[in-house]
């Protein structure tokens, strides 16, 4: 009995699903114990679109077209909603996705560290309390976490095998399309990671990862075209991702004193008499052409006020890494997250360090990912940003930071006698 008893408990440590079972409880907890049972913010909109989508549309037609957000999360809803779910079952899809994420970044952890340094490390993921903000909402941080868990685990998978896996290929390509169509900005990063890939190619020592890379990014882009194609149809302008964009961008180029490039709604800006000129002034627009309007201003004011902008972006980076935006509540619950993000930040940080001296010793494939975060951050400081933007990108770091500091730096103990 004893013997059996040990077996079993043998059994459940060597299983990862019931390793980390303990975390999927805590973010169902989390999810019943913080969920609301009407919708906040932008919750209602995602819905729109998942009906959208069911009834054989996704945006409505022009004059009155919304391309406000990319159909990739609507899509995930959209089964649910089809088989009429409740709306706590929808918040509780988070809790789930991120457990799965925890087994997702273990395996993956797991092809460069001994089976404890990924349980550690996993467990440091999973107890990133930041991320637990996005659990009781039906929004696409958590969806995105998921994706970027799984992309990094299939991109590196890629690299494991020296000769072309076309199947491992189309898939992580086509999760990569999946992550545009979540959040468009991943669009822009594709193609920057087309032109980063050609660059790169030239160089011997990466010209074989480079080739593997680039094509995995025109994939990734070629399975973004139907949806291109239909904002073409749409609104008759080449790779139009998406109307909400030129907006921020219009926010983080305010030139004036005491602004420092936070968003802001419409009706907030209408009673801003820095703003209210402008904003009734394209008002009666059509949402294209008050797109265009926001992006005519924007430049303008880049060219006009670059030393502001600059200032504004460092403002964007405080609010991307630790500072809440206006819309949140400024009690002390609202800066918990600078405590976890102090030390993710230092660590980051070394390393980058590190791996730019060793990198040699940095896999490949690393390299790649961290250059595609390193993009998806540094544009997200172009346009209005908030701490969520930095959250999602947590699988890949806590991947890199495990790696440089468990193989290529490591700390011994000297014993003293």
């Known amino acids: 009995m004893f013997l059996k008893r ?11 699903w019931f390793l ?23 919750e209602s909109r995602y819905i729109r679109f998942a009906n959208h989508l069911l009834n054989g ?31 706590i079952m929808l918040r509780l899809l988070n809790g789930v996705l991120l457990y799965f994420s925890l087994i997702i970044n273990y395996k993956t952890l797991s092809i460069y560290s001994s089976k404890r340094s990924a349980i550690l490390f996993t467990m440091i993921l999973g107890l990133y309390y930041p991320i637990y903000i996005g659990l009781p909402f039906i929004l696409t941080e958590i969806l995105t976490w998921f994706l970027i868990s799984l992309i990094c685990f299939l991109f590196v998978k890629n690299y494991q095998h020296k000769k072309q896996s076309w199947k491992l ?18 669009g822009y990063v594709i193609l920057s990671m087309m032109v980063v890939s050609v660059i790169i ?9 480079a080739k593997k890379s680039f094509l995995i990014f025109v994939l990734s882009f070629v399975f973004c ?20 964009g030129n907006m921020s961008l219009y926010t ?7 602004e420092t490039g936070q968003w802001y709604e419409q009706d907030s800006l209408l009673k801003n008499t820095n703003h209210k000129v402008f904003i009734d002034s394209i008002s009666k627009l059509t949402p294209l052409e008050r797109d265009d309007a926001y992006k005519i201003v924007a430049i303008k004011n880049i060219i006009n006020h670059p030393q502001k902008y600059l200032t504004n972006i460092i403002y964007n980076i405080g609010r991307l890494l630790f500072v809440p935006s206006d819309y949140v509540s400024k009690s002390i619950l609202s800066y918990y997250p600078f405590i976890p993000n102090m030390f993710i930040v230092v660590f980051i940080f070394l390393a980058i360090g590190i791996s730019i001296i060793q990198y040699k010793r940095i896999p490949q494939e690393l390299i790649f990912l961290l250059i595609f975060v390193l993009i998806y951050l540094m544009g997200s400081c172009l346009v209005s940003a908030y701490r969520r933007m930095f959250y999602i990108t947590m699988p890949f770091w806590i991947l890199f930071i495990s790696y440089v500091f468990t193989n290529v730096i490591s700390i011994k103990f000297k014993q003293i006698d």
């Not at 983080?252 to 005491?258: A, L, W």
Request: glycine fraction near 4%; include cysteine; aromatic fraction near 22%.
């Open 6 to 16: 040990n077996n079993f408990i043998r059994i459940m440590r060597n299983n990862t």
């Open 20 to 42: 980390f079972s303990p975390f999927l409880l805590l973010y169902l907890i989390f999810i019943f114990a913080f969920a609301k049972s009407e919708f906040t913010g932008d």
């Open 57 to 87: 549309y996704y945006s409505p037609p022009a004059p009155d077209i919304n391309l406000w957000n990319g159909p990739g999360y609507p899509l995930f809803l959209a089964p649910f909603i089809f088989l009429k779910f409740p709306l």
């Open 225 to 244: 075209l139907p949806y291109l194609i239909y904002t073409y149809n749409l609104t008759d302008k080449l790779f139009y991702w998406g109307n909400s």
């Open 201 to 209: 190619c030239f160089l011997p020592k990466f010209h074989h990862s």
């Open 169 to 186: 290929t189309l898939i992580t390509a086509s999760l990569i399309a999946c992550l545009a169509m979540t959040r468009i900005i991943f």
């Open 252 to 258: 983080m180029s305010t030139p004036y004193i005491g």
